[in-house]
């Protein structure tokens, strides 16, 4: 008895792999509407099956996000949208998110929201001071004082800028 040969899809993976991140960078972080998820460098991975199918590894900012299943069903639809039937999104927490992951355009879009983007770490430390000392996202100015370490959400501090005097956020370095 002979065995047939596995059947191999004629689809173009590279042009399966560049719709699906086109699809999921329409996906906007809940908390911060100007930014995808993508410039938020939540995506660790997305990979086409032979069939056609999309598997992502989605890097949630942190643990205990409240927006973790809103944004899971959302990249889910977003894949759907674009014609993926076969659809598979995994929280993933190693390699664990680091706000060094944020794009220099999601730093820009951030710091255009009114948010102080976080400082690049490079794989060091949060120093207290860095979180005290950030420059203003309205003025430039590094003359602000930390109001609140608690923001709005956890990965948020409350600062005044003492040569603007506005008061703002930023988005803490993790």
Request: proline share 8%; with cysteine.
């Amino acid at each position: 008895m002979a065995h047939s040969q596995p059947q191999v899809s004629n689809h173009d993976r590279s042009a399966d792999l560049g719709r699906a991140w086109d699809a999921i960078a329409t996906v906007r972080d809940p908390e911060i509407p100007p930014l995808s998820i993508v410039e938020m460098g939540m995506i660790d991975r997305v990979d086409i099956s032979d069939a056609g199918g999309a598997h992502v590894r989605f890097m949630p900012t942190f643990a205990g996000c409240p927006a973790l299943l809103v944004i899971r069903e959302q990249i889910e639809a977003a894949l759907r949208a674009a014609g993926f039937s076969d659809v598979c999104v995994e929280s993933v927490f190693d390699p664990p998110w680091t706000s060094d992951r944020v794009t220099e355009e999601g730093r820009r879009k951030l710091k255009a929201f009114g948010l102080a983007p976080p400082q690049k770490l490079d794989g060091g430390f949060v120093s207290l001071e860095s979180l005290r000392k950030v420059a203003c996202p309205y003025c430039g100015s590094r003359e602000t004082v930390m109001e609140s370490p608690f923001g709005p959400t956890l990965c948020r501090a409350i600062h005044y800028c003492n040569s603007c005097r506005q008061s703002f956020e930023q988005f803490k370095p993790v």
